[in-house]
T-cell receptor, first 113, second 116 residues
Framework: QKEVEQDPGPLSVPEGAIVSLNCTYS??????FMWYRQYSRKGPELLMY????GNKEDGRFTAQVDKSSKYISLFIRDSQPSDSATYLC?????????????FGKGTLLTVNP | GAVVSQHPSRVICKSGTSVKIECRSL??????MFWYRQFPKQSLMLMAT?????????EQGVEKDKFLINHASLTLSTLTVTSAHPEDSSFYIC????????????FGPGTRLTVL
């Protein structure tokens, strides 16, 4: 079993839709949970981060972590064509940036105008 | 957020040659730099972790003699792909961290390597 599982999609939605992206993980030591957005042929950029369980909202984006189920989600409201990208979940055990991140496979999202 | 650059952004080389990729943290000192490889439609796979002034720590299955990493200063790390082969063609991405919280690992824009 891989440490982090993420459905690669592709996921195609109409503009304005609510998008739900998810990851599951097996390592209960993970404490920090991040979502990155990666445009084609570019490096990942941080969208959201959450420590331990709970919700976090930032504009149209909401990140949820359920440590009991080892399940994390990213919701995008009022999706826009500019949201079309690959979304990667990532996790970290120790909480420090000097420690490695474990990534999911990424979900390719297309938002159609 | 902090800025990390990579150079070159794209490189094409012949099989058997060596290629050097630079990763720079432009506005902060990076105590740790990470090198990732990403194949099409795949996630980032960590290749190695390097701390300034020490030898890199390679992930299992990554040949340290083939992928030479040097982290000579707090703003520069280099990855040299030696005797490159077509199967080394990939997207190489670095990230840099200065010891803050887990989410303060900043990524470079990546380097597309094509080995003919």
């Amino acid at each position: 079993q891989k440490e982090v599982e993420q459905d690669p999609g592709p996921l195609s939605v109409p503009e304005g839709a609510i998008v739900s992206l998810n990851c599951t993980y097996s390592n209960s030591a993970f404490q920090y949970f991040m979502w990155y957005r990666q445009y084609s042929r570019k490096g990942p950029e941080l969208l959201m981060y959450t420590y331990s369980s709970g919700n976090k909202e930032d504009g149209r984006f909401t990140a949820q972590v359920d440590k009991s189920s080892k399940y994390i989600s990213l919701f995008i409201r009022d999706s826009q064509p500019s949201d079309s990208a690959t979304y990667l979940c990532a996790m970290n055990q120790s909480g420090g940036s000097n420690y490695k991140l474990t990534f999911g496979k990424g979900t390719l999202l297309t938002v159609n105008p | 957020g902090a800025v990390v650059s990579q150079h070159p952004s794209r490189v094409i080389c012949k099989s058997g040659t060596s290629v050097k990729i630079e990763c720079r943290s432009l506005d902060f000192q990076a105590t740790t730099m990470f090198w990732y490889r990403q194949f099409p439609k795949q996630s980032l796979m960590l290749m190695a972790t390097s701390n300034e002034g020490s030898k890199a720590t390679y992930e299992q299955g990554v040949e340290k003699d083939k992928f030479l990493i040097n982290h000579a200063s707090l703003t520069l790390s280099t990855l040299t792909v030696t005797s490159a082969h077509p199967e080394d063609s990939s997207f190489y991405i670095c990230s840099a961290a200065s010891g803050g919280a887990a989410y303060t690992q900043y990524f470079g824009p990546g380097t597309r390597l094509t080995v003919l």
